[in-house]
């Protein structure tokens, strides 16, 4: 196990929660309007953000979130205009980021630079400054006013997009919105999760809590819990094997995702019984 | 009062070149009960959508409750309870059925502010009002296709709008749930005296409050006249069987 000052821990700690929190919260309105490729997208752009920072000395959380805000402003606009599946202009976006990571990384001057993209690539527990910690904790907050304020219009956007807008509900600002705070949540838990896995945490905490609520509110809350549950048994197995965290991370989240398929109660047939007494599931 | 007035209104899909709907001109007055029939493709849904503002029209003019629908389209709409054309439910939806209705208030409730209890109230009723209150609480994939056809009803009513768009609200359903569909409506219509137009490929569905009905075919109206009269021609006969639609 790896010995580290306590100051370290708590910042680390902190930092997993609130990245585990931001991402799968997220995570509910990406993996609900069908966008899970989005979080590969702003992952990787994100991570050619920070790759160009290092190549040309700027910090690298600064240049990713420029990269990802990039993406988002024109990932919305250019599948409405261009009448193309999301997906397809998530795809196009995605293979010029990872391009563009790896012509940015080619030009990294000096070795400790080249360790530095690297953490970028695999996440470090190391990596978590206080600028991060504030940044995350901002976002937080952030969100969880926007989804307070904005909760029935969301709701109304995430069930069906031309419903929500034949009742007078601004759709484009919503979509526009979740796109948004994703590339911030992104940018934000690059250095700890890294670049190559942070789209795992916006959606395996979410899959994991569609396996168990039909109400959209419970999926609201137990998301963000799963989410730092899995950052926080990550972050402890990554300290005990010094496995990379965002590695530690992905596995935990994704075994909990496993584990939530096969005793998944939605996923249980009803039985004739159940139905005719009115049985209802985590409803 | 008109509610919908359209003139000369033609509606042509982004990148492309030849209109779905052209020439129409429609008046329907305040409590009417309008049938849009024709088959299928012949524009139904294109000017529903056109006179809820979700599809803009590219020629002449249309207005809503006497607001031009392309600069009022936001405010219009708060105003219109639109069923939307069967669509599927992932069984596994997170969704209640009571979020569902609410999720119709959303528009007319507006931004920055909450739901209130005097909100709920009117979800409640809605949902009473269609005999789904005991399904409040019931994911709505675990809906039949009936009982989801109620809920987007009860949601649309919801809204309280001084006009209900319904598109196809009889498709995938059995008869007798038709039957209960086809009563709810004219209940409704006699109860809140509201404007109602509803879209059908199928003429043995046309509730039977409706009086005036609309003929449209390959784009453009080419009947409009009482219910009787329209359904008796023989070139809605000659239209529908041309087409194979059912009758």
């Known amino acids: 196990m790896i010995d580290i000052p306590l100051a370290l821990l ?6 997993a929660v609130l990245a585990g929190f931001v991402c799968s919260t997220m995570g509910v309105f990406v993996v609900r309007m069908n966008l899970s490729s989005i979080g590969y997208c702003m992952s990787h752009a994100a991570f050619a953000g920070a790759a160009f920072g290092l ?77 991060d910690l504030m940044f995350l904790l901002l976002l937080s907050f952030v969100l969880i006013f926007f989804i307070a304020l904005f909760y029935k219009e969301l709701l109304a956007v995430m069930f069906h ?65 799963i989410g730092i549950v899995s950052c926080l048994i990550g972050f402890w197995l990554s300290l005990i094997t010094d496995f990379p965290i965002g590695a530690s991370i992905v596995i935990v989240s994704a075994a909990l995702f496993a584990f939530a398929i096969i005793i998944s109660p939605k996923r249980r047939k009803w039985n004739g019984k159940q139905r005719k007494m009115g049985f209802k599931l985590n409803t | 009062m008109n509610v919908i007035d359209l003139q000369n209104v033609e509606t042509i899909y982004e990148g492309e070149s030849i209109p779905v709907i052209y020439n129409i001109n429609l008046t329907v007055k305040a409590g009417e009960f309008l049938a849009i029939i024709g088959p299928n493709g012949a524009g139904k849904t294109t000017l529903l959508e056109t006179i809820n503002g979700i599809l803009p029209y590219t020629a002449g003019r249309g207005f809503v409750l006497e607001k031009e629908i392309p600069i009022y389209k936001t405010a ?21 059925s009571k979020d569902i209705v ?45 009982e989801f056809q109620k809920i987007l009803l009860a949601r649309a009513l919801a809204q309280k709008p001084k006009l209900l768009l319904l598109d196809e609200p009889f498709s995938n359903l059995d008869f007798s749930t038709r039957r209960q569909i086809e009563k709810l409506l004219n209940r409704i219509h006699e109860k809140q005296q509201m404007t109602i137009v509803i879209v059908s490929h199928d003429l043995s569905f046309i509730p039977s409050r409706c009086s005036r009905v609309i003929v449209l075919d390959q784009g453009k109206i080419i009947m409009d006249g009482e219910k009787e009269k329209i359904l008796t021609s023989t070139m809605i006969d000659n239209i529908f069987h041309k087409k194979g639609v059912n009758q």
């Open chain 1, 10 to 15: 708590f910042t680390s700690i902190l930092g």
């Open chain 1, 55 to 131: 190549m040309i000395s700027v910090d690298s959380l600064i240049s990713a979130m420029v990269f990802s805000f990039g993406v988002a402003f024109v990932l919305g606009p250019l599948s409405e205009k261009a009448r193309l599946e999301s997906n397809v202009v998530i795809g196009f976006l995605f293979s010029v980021m990872i391009a563009l990571a790896f012509v940015f990384l080619n030009f990294i001057p000096g070795q400790a630079a080249s360790g530095a993209a690297l953490r970028i690539l695999w996440g470090s527990i190391f990596s978590v400054g206080y600028n």
């Open chain 1, 161 to 225: 997009r031309k419903l929500a807008e034949s009742a007078g509900v601004n759709t484009k600002l919503f979509y526009f919105a979740v796109l948004f705070f994703t590339g911030f949540s992104v940018s934000l838990s690059l250095r700890l999760v890294g670049g190559l896995l942070v789209f795992a945490l916006i959606i395996n905490p979410t899959s994991t809590a569609y396996q168990f609520f039909y109400d959209f509110k419970k999926i609201m809350i137990f998301s963000p819990v």
């Open chain 2, 76 to 96: 219009i709409r708060k105003e219109i309870g639109y069923v939307i054309q069967n669509f599927e439910i992932d069984p596994l939806a997170p969704f209640l």
């Open chain 2, 102 to 146: 609410m999720s119709g208030r959303a528009g007319k409730i507006g931004m920055f502010r909450f739901v209130s209890k005097e909100d709920w109230e009117i979800v409640w009723y809605s949902m009473g009002l269609v005999g789904m209150i005991d399904f409040a609480h019931r994911p709505i994939g675990r809906l039949s296709g009936g």
